[in-house]
């Protein structure tokens, strides 16, 4: 017998009683009466019952903690960073499916301008709410803003506020623009840049081109650099320039069981695609984007050496620190685009870093405990990433550490890191190594001829050799765009905070 159905004789026999008392109503009356009690009662009765299995019911988790900056929920005051943040984001409601959902079609990716226009004007943009995370989780979080807003610093009121405050001047925003200018001149007709650009538009006239074949690595580097000052395939001065670029990465990408090989004879083409991708589609939500990024994003979760935890030249070898940093960061900018990600492959790259870390992680080398400035820097901007905070003993040291030595005068490789690591540490150390890479950088670009808003450093390294002139460029522009490039991790400058 039903608990519904034993309520329910009971109260018949209740209202045969009731009945007897009330001799003066008519027969249908009591009737009536009966029916009514009868049918409230039941119903309660089923409310009640479906609040039980509510209540006992497991949660759905929704709510993942992402990469993020240090501003917390009890800083929203008005008018201050986080409230930007928020007036920033694009209308309009989150799909009703996240990609970590989704079947990845990868052999059926548009490859040409022709084939797909998805990447244009059309469609609304949506961003994700602030502290609202993706459905996996991956890199710890250090504040109150979540990953994905992270890229919000990149356009209108945050991005003057952040470069105002934050060290910037119409000097370095001026250098940024002669270099994209550059870029610009030198993307081929088929979208892509080439780290050899002797044999494309500018047919020689720049010097020191680079050597390296991996079309997908200079042009990702490229893509890169306009991403990084807000310019998409849907929003700033560059539309076409972008547009053109994500057609042909997207294009060279070869589809197997693992995901999608952007190689081209290196994983720093893999990484550097993935980021590319990534963070064009987290700050787009441009369909045509969505399956690429994934499928970068497996085949360098499948290339992890499974026993080290770390990323090398081919997929499976024993890791490095400076291809893992590519990966590290891939990994990051496919969370900032709610991509499907599994935490255990970053438990295993966090312990690839404590086997290069030596005085407990203060500083990194390049495949073992070592001192070694760029790996330094990588190794702290990865720990960053994954959690440690601006109070933790081993980082202050590492930082200190970097700051000592201060930027290099060649090695815009080592520059490009350390900066990250020291516009997030922030304080009198980001002041003063601020001042000086960013007034040498704008003195540094050239000023002249076919070459004017690049640059080139003869570095202790390969990778200027390698990557030439298109290298140093990228990487001295993205530098320039560290303010506002993403929101910085610790600092809790507010906006009417004077730098």
Request: aromatic residues 10%.
């Amino acid at each position: 017998m039903s608990i519904a159905l034993a309520i329910r004789l009971s109260w018949h026999e209740r209202l045969r009683a009731l009945g007897g008392r009330l001799g003066l109503l008519g027969r249908s009356t009591r009737d009536a009466i009966k029916s009514f009690a009868t049918s409230v009662i039941v119903h309660a009765v089923a409310i009640v019952l479906l609040g039980v299995v509510a209540i006992h019911s497991p949660p759905v988790e929704h709510r993942i903690e992402l990469i993020s900056s240090s501003f917390s929920a009890a800083q929203l005051e008005p008018g201050n960073l986080a409230r930007l943040v928020r007036d920033e984001q694009p209308s309009g409601e989150p799909p009703a499916t996240r990609l970590a959902d989704r079947s990845i079609q990868r052999t059926k990716l548009p490859v040409s301008l022709e084939q797909d226009q998805a990447l244009d004007q059309r469609g609304p943009r949506w961003a994700p709410p602030l502290n609202v995370g993706p459905g996996s989780g991956l890199l710890a979080s250090t504040g109150g803003v979540d990953g994905a807003t992270s890229l919000a610093g990149r356009r209108g009121t945050v991005r003057e506020h952040l470069l105002e405050t934050g060290g910037g001047n119409k000097f370095s925003e001026a250098a940024v623009v002669k270099g994209l200018n550059w870029l610009t001149a030198h993307q081929r007709s088929d979208g892509a840049w080439h780290f050899d650009h002797t044999d494309g538009p500018c047919a020689g006239a720049c010097t020191n081109p680079g050597k390296h074949r991996s079309t997908t690595a200079a042009t990702s580097l490229a893509l890169l650099a306009y991403l990084g000052a807000g310019h998409t395939q849907r929003e700033g001065d560059y539309q076409e320039v972008v547009r053109k670029g994500l057609y042909y990465l997207r294009g060279q990408m070869k589809p197997d069981e693992h995901g999608g090989d952007f190689r081209q004879g290196t994983m720093y083409g893999q990484g550097l695609s993935a980021i590319a991708l990534c963070e064009a589609f987290a700050m787009t939500q441009d369909p045509a984007l969505a399956d690429a990024s994934q499928a970068a994003i497996d085949f360098i979760l499948w290339a992890q050496d499974t026993k080290g935890g770390g990323w090398r030249y081919a997929p499976g070898e024993p890791g490095d620190a400076t291809v893992s940093g590519w990966m590290f960061m891939a990994l990051r900018a496919g969370q900032m685009s709610y991509l499907k990600i599994p935490a255990e492959p970053i438990h295993k790259a966090t312990r690839f870093l404590d086997s290069l870390g030596a005085e407990q992680g203060a500083f990194y080398g390049y495949r073992g405990p070592d001192k070694d400035p760029t790996c330094t820097s990588i190794g702290l901007l990865c720990r960053m990433y994954t959690g440690w905070r601006r109070e933790h003993p081993p980082l202050a040291r590492g930082v200190k550490f970097l700051a000592r030595r201060g930027p290099s005068p060649t090695d815009m490789y080592y520059n490009y890191y350390a900066t990250q690591v020291m516009h997030h540490w922030g304080g009198s150390e980001w002041v003063y190594w601020n001042k000086q890479l960013r007034d040498f950088l704008v003195r540094t670009q050239a000023a002249e001829g076919h070459a004017s808003g690049s640059w080139y450093f003869d570095d202790e390294h390969q990778s200027s050799v390698q990557g030439g002139r298109l290298f140093n460029t990228a990487l001295a522009i993205m530098t320039l765009e560290v303010y506002y490039r993403y929101l910085p991790l610790y600092d809790k400058r507010s906006v009417n905070d004077s730098f």
